[in-house]
């Protein structure tokens, strides 16, 4: 693509971060959050990297709307300020949310009719749904009849199903095997492929953020600021076994590694 044809392409701004720190009143008033600016455009796909207790989870909170910044502080998703959760965003934990009597298939529904979708709609999405995540053959299964890799795909699939158009994913796969995160991400990166939602994920691996990442935010120690704003220009498609074997891909991992003071 020409210089011309990428300025042709218009972005729009899909999350705006502006001012945003955080101070807790609680325990003695902890700043949890320095001041944070950055913007994510339509589509991109941003992980947040930084050491433990610097503040990720806290800033994505704020995105979700969850809880508020401080006073002067401003999160705006697709020009509106998060004054509390909307569904455009959806938001998944490292945790999941389901609920233990009732199936997988159920889990996904009643997520749909929380957010108000029809239920001719919800059956249709949850047929489109199950096999992408590949959970067809355990929709009625419990949850506690799953592997771990299994109950985080439902979870996304609850989240999913609502077609947010912003997805929030705070260390989604961080408790499973290195193997099972592995395929995950491939799955994640193919499920965005095909949907262009813009994606936030909070992840303690370098190499999970350069090779999902449109863009990866570095976050200083406690109390967190963005230190680092790094465009990760690796093509698109990826593939684990091509992608990670390019010279490129271990410059990345290694000038982050570097900037974190750790190896990956
Ligand atoms: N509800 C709360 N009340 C008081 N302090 C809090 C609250 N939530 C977070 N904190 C504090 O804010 C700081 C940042 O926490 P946060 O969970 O955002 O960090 P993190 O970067 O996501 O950490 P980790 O990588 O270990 O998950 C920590 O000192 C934490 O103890």
Redesign the pocket.
Known sequence: MTGGDAGAVRTETAIQVERTA?T????NG????DQVDFSISRGEFVSIL????????????IVAGL?QPDAGGEVRVFGHAQTRMSSDVGVVFQTHNMLPWETVEANIRLAAEVAGVAPAEIDRRVEQILPVLKLERFRRNHPHELSGGMRQRAALGQILITHPKVLLL??PFGALDALTRDQLNVELLRLWQEMRQTVLL?T?SIAEAVFLSDRVLV?SE???RIVEDMRIDLPRPRDPRTTKEQAAFGQYVGRLGRLMGVGD
Do not use: N, Q, Y
């Not at 807790?24 to 325990?27: G, H, M, N």
């Not at 902890?30 to 959050?33: C, E, G, I, N």
């Open positions: 955080k807790f009143r609680s325990r902890v700043r949890a959050l930084g050491p433990s207790g610097c503040g990720k989870s806290t800033l994505l909170r809880i705070d260390e909070i303690h976050m406690s109390p967190g």
